[in-house]
């Protein structure tokens, strides 16, 4: 059955396992604090709801997916160094502990701080129409979480091409340099995000929860140091997975040549 929520800028709604969350704030898209905020909180329940597996993130309208910071709301007072929530800007650059996947469906416009949201993600996808770029330099500030996250998903050089430059970039172009997962018709890509996510929510959310802690710890760690951690079972993640009923499962559905049954347990 499927539900929906609606809170201010942003609406959620959810079905079986997934849950989709659409930014609607016109006529950019643009986040304030307050936004910020309600993303956080959404977020944050999505991580803690153990009957939601996989999210979506997309924005309505077809020209903005997000600008970013919203600097007519700075102009208005908000701080751009305030209180943007629970899960820093956008709800998920700065969550905690989420080891379920996130698609972002980026259907125009994905500039700045939207460009650092869709990274936030882990999986995205685009409309053929859609544009990128990191313009901060142009406004005498600097795109923080793109600098840190940017030079270690695509190659260097290119990276630091986006940064200095500020240039725009398209669907091509990203997906070139590895970006995104794939490109769509813009008519296509709500439905194409969807299918993602219904692939996703068909599998084992305990390996997911286990791949996301991982990758996120293993960034900093020396690959000795991490599969060490990995084989002594020294990820929460990693520990609830090997003494859980899903895997159990896994090696009995393999053996018996069955699609298997994930509980999450």
Known sequence: MMQMRSEGPIRTRHEGA???VTLDRPKANAIDLGTSRIMGDVFRDFRDDDALCVAILRAEGEKFFCPG????GAADGD???GDYGVGGFGGLQELPHLNKPVIA??????CGGGL??????DLILAADTATFALPEIRSGTVADAASVKLPKRIPYHVA?????TGRWFDAEEALRWGLLKEICAPGDLHSKAWDLARLLESGPPLVYAAIKEIVREAEDMRFQDALNRITKRQFATVDRLYA?????????AFAEKRDPVWKGR
């Open 18 to 20: 997934i849950l989709e």
């Open 69 to 72: 910071w919203d600097l007519k």
């Open 79 to 81: 701080a751009v160094d």
């Open 105 to 110: 469906a980026v259907n125009g416009i994905c």
């Open 116 to 121: 650092e949201l869709a990274l936030s993600c």
């Open 160 to 164: 630091m091409d986006l940064l200095l």
């Open 244 to 252: 859980s009923e899903d895997q159990l499962e896994g090696a009995r």
